[in-house]
T-cell receptor, first 118, second 115 residues
Framework: GAVVSQHPSWVICKSGTSVKIECRSL??????MFWYRQFPKQSLMLMAT?????????EQGVEKDKFLINHASLTLSTLTVTSAHPEDSSFYIC??????????????FGPGTRLTVT | AQKITQTQPGMFVQEKEAVTLDCTYD???????LFWYKQPSSGEMIFLIY??????QNATEGRYSLNFQKARKSANLVISASQLGDSAMYFC????????????FGAGTRLAVHP
């Protein structure tokens, strides 16, 4: 099946610094990638949708200047949390889908990145 | 607006028994897709089963089956012969018909399987 990786799997950073999270589709071309945030004991909340080569579409309430998304190639999308604060501590999950996936355009999820801001 | 509702925050079941996890949805679209995902404590999202709005048969994948009742707008997940490894969070999700195939997730149900 399709495999999506994320790096790093966990990261601790100091308040005010920026952190970059990578999402890669390993064996298929991801025309669309999605970034989710999940707080403890809560559901996944979509942050943004990105298509290769174009600007990301952010969900209402998500600050595009704080969460920079770059979908530079068909296999890589990055999420940069700029000037991170403790309230940004969360589990960030990416998913990817491509035209070659099954008929219902299933999303394949990465394993997630746990961010802790101290 | 589209919405997914999971009313059971937690469920428990005895090993080898069957369990049903509830999911209702709200949409005005005629074409939509419904998914169930499992999230163990490791955090990864594991795809379990999919049901398309035009599918006439209920979807089945091994021990998982989806009880799709379109008129009631419900898409309950049935797990048969529960195993200890089934203990996890379970999320129901609906694909938006927006061209991007975005998923909207329910709040989730935590399932505990007891020996």
């Amino acid at each position: 099946g399709a495999v999506v990786s994320q790096h790093p799997s966990w990261v601790i950073c100091k308040s005010g610094t920026s952190v970059k999270i990578e999402c890669r589709s390993l064996d298929f071309q991801a025309t669309t990638m999605f970034w989710y945030r999940q707080f403890p004991k809560q559901s996944l909340m979509l942050m943004a949708t990105s298509n290769e080569g174009s600007k990301a579409t952010y969900e209402q309430g998500v600050e595009k200047d704080k969460f920079l998304i770059n979908h530079a190639s068909l296999t890589l999308s990055t999420l940069t949390v700029t000037s991170a604060h403790p309230e940004d501590s969360s589990f960030y999950i990416c998913s990817a889908s491509g035209q070659a996936q099954r008929e219902h355009y299933e999303q394949y999820f990465g394993p997630g990145t746990r961010l802790t801001v101290t | 607006a589209q919405k997914i509702t999971q009313t059971q925050p937690g469920m428990f079941v005895q090993e080898k028994e069957a369990v049903t996890l509830d999911c209702t949805y709200d949409t005005s679209d005629q074409s939509y897709g419904l998914f169930w995902y499992k999230q163990p404590s490791s955090g990864e999202m594991i795809f379990l089963i999919y049901q398309g709005s035009y599918d006439e048969q209920n979807a089945t994948e091994g021990r998982y089956s989806l009880n799709f009742q379109k008129a009631r707008k419900s898409a309950n997940l049935v797990i048969s012969a529960s195993q200890l490894g089934d203990s996890a969070m379970y999320f129901c999700a609906m694909r938006e018909a927006d061209g991007y195939n975005k998923l909207i997730f329910g709040a989730g149900t935590r399932l505990a399987v007891h020996p």
